[in-house]
């Protein structure tokens, strides 16, 4: 009998990027991009899951083309739904990619929607917050962890969004402003920012 598929949510635990760039080009703010750990693949988390390599592999190319479209909107808590409501949005993700076993990612602040507001006070005011993937899929036991049984997420999982909340599932899944730059006469470039972060990563 075939499994129906569930609402999956799940964090590393805090989102702690390396770099937080105020962007203004042209007399036109721009959003905060905040960067950290989106997910983990190949770990047992808090919720006691485990989302293979060669899922989430395929999850983050079809990710990609969200990105590239424009559409990866993420909400301010998780919503009791699979889908994101525009009404809703306080973020989207500009670019993810792998480290290893952990898919990293840039978020832009929607500093302009209210969620997005509510949001961007937070990191202002020097608070962190959580990152945490929503998707739907069925969930199978595959052994035991510390005596408990840990659950692998099946192959009919699909991505959704990730959303911004206060105490993720996954170890290391906090966001918080480090480095602030601005300037009204340059535009960062989203691809240009990634490299200057992972080339910052490796020297811390």
Known sequence: MAQNRVLLIDSISTFNPVSCILKESKGKN??????????????VNHNKRMYPRKLMD??????????????????LDHPERADTWLSEASHIIRQIWWDGDDIYGIAEILDWTPKGNLLR?????????????????????????????????????????????????TQGAFMSPVVMKESKNYLLNVDTLADEILNMSKIL
């Open 58 to 75: 395929e999850q983050v190319k079809k990710y990609q083309d969200k990105i590239k479209e424009g559409i990866a909107y993420g909400e």
């Open 121 to 169: 006070q937070y990191f202002d005011k020097g608070h962190t917050a959580g990152i945490s993937s929503r998707g739907v899929g069925t969930l199978r036991e595959a052994g035991l962890r510390n005596g408990s049984p840990y659950y692998e997420v099946g192959e009919d999982y699909e991505m959704v969004a990730f959303d911004f909340v206060s105490n993720p599932s």
């Open 30 to 43: 721009g959003g905060l991009l905040v960067k950290g750990i989106l997910q983990r693949a190949d770990s």
